[in-house]
């Protein structure tokens, strides 16, 4: 049974760094092609992709982030970081992490988010 | 950037209807690349359908998709009440990038 579960705080001021972590269970980070990514929907509004960590730690960030943001991973915790520095207002949001799963079509494989945390809105304001 | 532009805005239906959900693409997708998300208040959003057509694990039936190159369709045959949410097209072939959502609400 698959699922990812985001913790961290709530509320942060301008300027301050956010650190989420993303625990998860029913898969490996260790296994060939698998990923944790984490995207973010403000309040009332669309799903924003930010970032993606891979099995073999490979990155890859939104650009709009791509300055700002870190996610790393341990995998003997089972768990992704995502680091956010210099928050804004703008980037209250409720903040999902989500697997990248694999699946068999046609002659090769397709990855995508399958499974998705249930979220954590993280406010900033001072 | 690819950008998904999804129409209409809003669906106003009554359950046992048929829905028709689109999205088009700035430039062409390979359809392998495209999938749908419903997301219900206060929820994640859950995978429907991927490669524009193959539905999920447990989706119902009633819910296929089509399209290629940039048009693409989600259709709903006999809306149940539980389908009314907000539905998101998201391309995964070029990096991630997600429509800004059709809201299904019944009418």
């Known amino acids: 049974q698959i699922s990812l579960k985001e913790s961290g705080p709530t509320l942060v001021k301008p300027t301050q760094t956010l650190t989420l972590t993303c625990a998860f269970s029913?898969?490996?980070?260790?296994?060939?092609?698998?990923?944790v990514g984490w995207i973010r929907q403000p309040p009332g509004k669309a799903l924003e992709w930010l970032g993606v960590i891979y099995w073999n730690d490979d990155k890859r960030y939104s650009p709009s982030l791509n300055n700002r943001i870190t996610i790393n991973k341990d995998t003997s915790k089972n768990q992704v970081v995502l680091t956010i520095t210099n928050m804004d207002p703008g980037d209250t949001a409720t903040y999902y992490c989500?697997?990248?799963?694999?699946?068999?079509?046609?002659?090769?494989?397709?990855?995508?988010?399958?499974?998705w945390g249930q979220g954590t809105l993280v406010t900033v304001s001072s | 950037e690819i950008v998904l532009t999804q129409s209409p805005g809003t669906l106003s239906l009554s359950p046992g209807e048929g829905a028709t959900l689109s999205c088009r693409a700035s430039?062409?997708?390979?359809?392998?690349?495209l999938a749908w998300y419903q997301q219900k208040p206060g929820q994640a959003p859950r995978l429907l359908i991927y490669a524009a057509s193959s539905r999920a694990t447990d989706i119902p039936d009633r819910f296929s998709g089509s399209g290629s190159g940039t048009d693409f369709t989600l259709t709903i045959s006999r809306l149940e009440p539980e389908d009314f949410a907000v539905y998101y097209c998201q391309q995964y072939g070029s990096w991630y990038t997600f429509g800004q959502g059709t809201k299904l609400e019944v009418k």
């Open positions: 989500a697997r990248r799963g694999s699946y068999v079509f046609r002659a090769g494989r397709l990855y995508l988010f399958d499974y």
């Open positions: 430039q062409n997708i390979d359809s392998s690349y």
């Open positions: 029913g898969f490996s980070l260790t296994t060939n092609g698998a990923g």
